[in-house]
Each structure stands twice: as C-alpha cells, then as structure tokens.
C-alpha cells in the first residue's frame, strides 16, 4: 500500500491525472453522441473510480490522523472527488 500512496503523490500521476480531467471534458463540449465519447467517458469514470479507491485504501498511510481511513470519505475533496 505504502508504493501506492508514493504513486498517487508523484508529479507524473498528477499529470495523468490532469490529461483525463481535460479528455472527460472533451465529450461534454460537443452535442454530438459518438461511440468514441461513450469510450472516453466510460474510461474516465472507471479511472477515477479507481482513483478514489486507491486514495481511500492508502488514506490510513496519512500519520497525522487518527482514523484516517475512516475519515477520507467527509474530507472536503473527497466529496468533491465522488
């Protein structure tokens, strides 16, 4: 869990992370239904499910809070990220 929590806190997964921010975006600025916006959006959703997963199960690996785990689902950005 440990090299997880390292991954999600490096600059290249924060700018994965930005590219499919910006590619979810994309299907949304079109008013158009294409089979490859359904793709993009249904990629987006399953990594940023996977996101919040992986942020919830290291969440425990933040030492200055007691019950961390517990807790990462009412941090603000949390609720944002859901």
Do not use: G
Request: net charge positive; hydrophobic share 55%.
């Amino acid at each position: 869990r440990f090299r997880i929590k390292s991954l999600l806190e490096s600059n290249q997964y924060s700018a994965f992370m930005m590219f499919c921010i910006v590619a979810s975006i994309v299907p949304l600025a079109f008013h158009t239904q294409l089979k490859a916006f359904t793709i993009i959006d249904a990629v987006s959703a399953a990594i940023f499910s996977a996101d919040y997963i992986a942020r919830w199960v290291t969440a425990d690996y933040d030492a200055s809070r007691k019950f961390a785990f517990a807790r990462y689902p009412f941090r603000p950005l949390a609720v944002i990220d859901l």
